[in-house]
């Protein structure tokens, strides 16, 4: 099924028909109307073979040629001398005038050179122009956005936020985590010079004088631990920003002296002691059995290497495999009885050798009593027997002698019992003084301890410590609260709360100095409490805070290099937009020039071959400039 082209028939004056077609439809138009066959493409290859064999021939460059190409290659050859003779027959005498000529006679067989024309001026009219167009409007769009890209104000707003970061952190930027791990070493110099100017400016030393005065007026009841208000501030105007082993040697004096003693004490003990701890061990087994010794044989010649002492025993015939104890013998001297209502038994043994004199002498007391009650129950029971009376009477006072000399020792060794406690006690109290005071000492301490809440370093200074630089900075803000509301007091006439009511010379100081010393306490404040110290303070507690730092500093570095990147990209895309945008536009001024000059001639032909030399106007939907 085909669609009909609309075409529109124009009158001119003198019988003058103009036929308006529209190029883009061109070839259906003809089609349509039976001017050119369907199957018009049939003579193509002849028609490329007979190209090809005239360019061979005629030594001409083999390519694409459409028919108004043979036409004009045909018109050179003719225009040479010799060119347009002619045989009897009407053919070219001239060999490669006559190859070309071929050429033209096939194309126009069938009229297969409009159809041709008509087909590329559609292609070119359908596709290849408003291809062209398209990308050259395409090409200038995507460069005007490209330069509207902030690309290059982000750059600079990136690399002068980084240039910001790394001088208010005090940095170059080149290799950031080791000079961010180099900042706390700027930390003790910074720390000097602010106790240098506190010991130096008398302004400072005022405003703790006035402050301490006012407290005292006030009775202001101060902590259990500190005993004076502003400590630490005094002791570093004092005594500078010295090391913590410094300040305890400062602050303890005698502690340290008693810590030093009783290191020296506790080595000499330890190295006493176990010298006496040897003497005791080759001593022990002695003590426990005085009575045995074991002769070892050993004399002090020395043994030659690899021999062992042999022991040799006294006794040679002790059975060493049996295990009954032998007793020595034991003989029963007197056995009594006495009256039924004193049932009392006297056993004596007596042992052969010397330890049982020790024993009876150690007894006599024991002895001495029942020898009392048998001579006194022999004189009632047995007077006739003088005798025994006489010996018994011997015998109480022999008993009598000896409980006399026994009481008298006992009571001596109580006299030297007493004396010894008597002089065991001093020391004792001595010792338990120590130990209280060890035990106060030890709660100071553990009261510091927990006051600090980490472990103290003693060759870090005062102020790198951070409990001892809170409370500082918190002593300093305490004065400058202070010196605040004594100006705005002072400033303001009729105060409930004036300082002047206080009556006291002490306190007496006009509004400019109060706000002099304001101003010394705010200025160190400042160098303490600004942002770049609490960083490198931070940097020095924490790692993590290094490491966080350093990712800040890298994602800084790299929105940098991404935009350095991204503008590098930028400019090359639109470099090569603009070469494309050149290319583009040659091209489209190079089709636009072929299809003006393919529509005249195509415009010419089709009146003089279809349509009886009609004037034909083949309509363009844009324009060709």
């Not at 049939?42 to 007979?50: D, V, Y």
């Not at 008509?118 to 490209?146: A, F, G, M, V, W």
């Not at 005791?280 to 062992?308: A, F, Y």
């Not at 029963?332 to 050798?353: Q, R």
Request: charged share 30%.
């Amino acid at each position: 099924m085909t669609t009909r082209i609309k075409t529109k028939i124009i009158n001119v004056g003198n019988d003058q028909e103009i036929i308006d077609v529209p190029g883009n439809k061109l070839l259906e138009w003809l089609t349509d109307r039976k001017k050119i066959q369907q199957h018009w493409k049939r003579s193509q290859s002849n028609i490329l073979k007979l190209i090809d064999h005239a360019c061979e021939f005629t030594s001409i460059e083999k390519k694409e040629y459409n028919y108004y190409d043979c036409q004009r290659i045909f018109k050179e050859f003719e225009s040479t001398p010799g060119g347009n003779a002619t045989t009897l027959f009407g053919a070219y005498s001239n060999v490669n005038t006559q190859k070309w000529f071929e050429v033209i006679k096939a194309y126009e067989k069938d009229n297969y050179h409009i159809g041709e024309s008509c087909q590329i001026l559609s292609h070119n009219l359908n596709y290849e122009i408003p291809n062209l167009r398209k990308t050259i409007e395409k090409s200038i769009k995507t460069i005007e956005e490209d330069q509207k890209k902030p690309y290059l104000k982000n750059k600079t707003t990136a690399l002068s936020t980084f240039k910001k970061a790394c001088s208010d952190l005090g940095i170059k930027g080149d290799k950031i985590r080791e000079e961010i791990i180099e900042l706390p070493l700027q930390l003790t110099p910074l720390f000097n010079e602010v106790v240098d100017s506190l010991s130096s400016n008398k302004s400072v030393s005022n405003a703790i004088e006035f402050y301490n005065n006012f407290l005292r007026l006030t009775k202001v009841e101060l902590d259990d631990i500190c005993k004076e208000p502003l400590p630490l501030l005094l002791f570093l105007i004092k005594n500078g920003n010295v090391t913590m082993k410094e300040r305890e040697r400062i602050l303890n004096p005698q502690k340290i002296k008693l810590n030093d003693q009783i290191k020296d004490n506790d080595i000499k003990d330890n190295y006493s002691n176990n010298k006496n701890n040897e003497k005791n061990n080759s001593n022990s087994n002695s003590e426990n059995q005085p009575n045995l010794e074991i002769d070892w044989c050993i004399t002090e010649d020395v043994l030659p290497i690899g021999e062992q002492p042999v022991i040799v025993w006294e006794d040679s015939e002790v059975d060493l495999d049996s295990q009954n104890i032998e007793w020595d013998d034991f003989s029963m001297d007197t056995i009594e009885m006495v009256d039924d209502s004193s049932i009392t038994t006297k056993i004596e043994l007596v042992e052969s050798g010397s330890d049982l004199s020790n024993n009876n002498n150690n007894n006599n007391n024991n002895n001495n009593n029942n020898n009392n009650n048998n001579n006194n129950n022999n004189n009632n029971n047995n007077n006739n027997n003088n005798n025994n009376n006489n010996n018994n009477n011997n015998n109480n006072n022999n008993n009598n002698n000896n409980n006399n000399n026994n009481n008298n020792n006992n009571n001596n060794n109580n006299n030297n019992n007493n004396n010894d406690n008597s002089f065991k006690s001093q020391p004792n109290i001595e010792i338990e003084e120590k130990d209280k005071q060890q035990e106060q000492e030890q709660e100071q301490e553990q009261k510091q301890q927990d006051r600090f809440d980490e472990p103290i370093n003693p060759n870090e200074t005062i102020l790198e410590f951070r409990p001892l630089r809170n409370q500082f900075l918190d002593e300093l803000f305490e004065l400058e609260i202070f010196l605040n509301n004594r100006c705005f007091e002072m400033e303001k006439s009729n105060s409930m709360f004036e300082i002047d009511q206080l009556n006291d010379e002490s306190t007496d100081i006009s509004t400019s100095q109060c706000k002099e010393y304001l101003k010394s306490i705010s200025d160190i404040l400042i160098k303490l409490s600004n942002t770049r110290v609490r960083q490198i303070l931070d940097i020095k507690s924490s790692k993590k805070f290094v490491d966080r730092l350093v990712l800040q500093f890298t994602q800084k570095q790299q929105n940098i290099a991404k935009y350095t990147q991204l503008i590098i990209e930028s400019d090359q895309k639109i470099e090569d937009l603009n070469l494309t945008l050149g290319q583009s536009r040659n091209k489209i001024d190079q089709f636009n020039k072929e299809t003006k000059i393919l529509k005249s001639n195509l415009e010419q032909s089709i009146s003089n071959s279809l349509f009886d030399k009609k004037k034909i106007n083949i309509m363009i939907p844009f324009s060709l400039n």
